[in-house]
């Protein structure tokens, strides 16, 4: 026992690892705060205005396809036209069946408080592309001759039979309020061959699924290349909402809106179509 103690007494003593000195803190200056949130606008703003959009679906034009209240984020490159500066993203023409957002066409825009012209986007399904020669018959998409599967389209039944609607373009368009403009009445008769219509170069034509519920390419004609903005990928929100909503103005209705969704937020969100695709 003492030769062990006398061993180690005699053994060097270690030294003690005084711990390294903490990294000082470099704070950010406000100069360097306020470039950091720069960028990050910057960068939103460019996906927003060339990339994606937000849309609001304020219609059931398009039920059960989507819904009023659907929030999209829509693809604004795939569909677009061929731009040099970047020639890494893939592009194509609209093809039939693809569900696209467009510029509502319109001889004469109209003019908003400031004498400023005023777009309409709207939502639609693609049912015709330039060349082809297309009739409905009870409610029937007849393309190039052909009968053609529409899974997604509201069905004719007796109850909802139109003729306008269901056996178009056998009864010509005539202007009315809500309904067919006066320039697509007056140009309609051009497009008719053999009882189809057909869709001239640089045109399509759109309907909504909801067949009957519809202001579609039926109402006032065909829609430019130029006018489609691009398609929705998928419904990152949806909350349950009556039409008259968006048909309200002022700030008053409005703020009662907000109000009403925030109380109703978790209660009234149609979980299952959260970051439901677009089909």
Known sequence: MTKKKTRAANEPSQKRQEPAPEPAKVEETPFEAVASICSVL??????????????????????????????????????????????????????RGDIVVFIKPSPEPQLDADGKPQYFFLVKRLVGVPGDHIHLHDGIVILNGVAQPQPYAQPTTADNYQEFLDEFPSVPPYPQPGGATESWAVDFPNHIVDGDLVIPPGMYFMMGDNRHNSLDSRFWGFVPRQNIVG??????????????????TGLGPRLTWMGHVVLHFFTQTRWSRTFHLTR
């Open 42 to 95: 910057v960068v939103g703003l460019f996906i927003l205005t060339f990339i994606a959009q937000n849309f609001v679906i304020p219609s059931g034009s398009m039920e059960k396809t989507l819904l009023v209240g659907d929030h999209l984020v829509v693809d604004r490159i795939n569909l677009a036209p061929p731009a040099r500066w970047m020639p890494l993203v893939h592009y194509r023409e609209p093809r």
């Open 231 to 248: 398609r929705p990928l998928f419904n990152y929100w949806s909350f349950i909402t009556p039409e008259s909503v968006y048909e309200q």
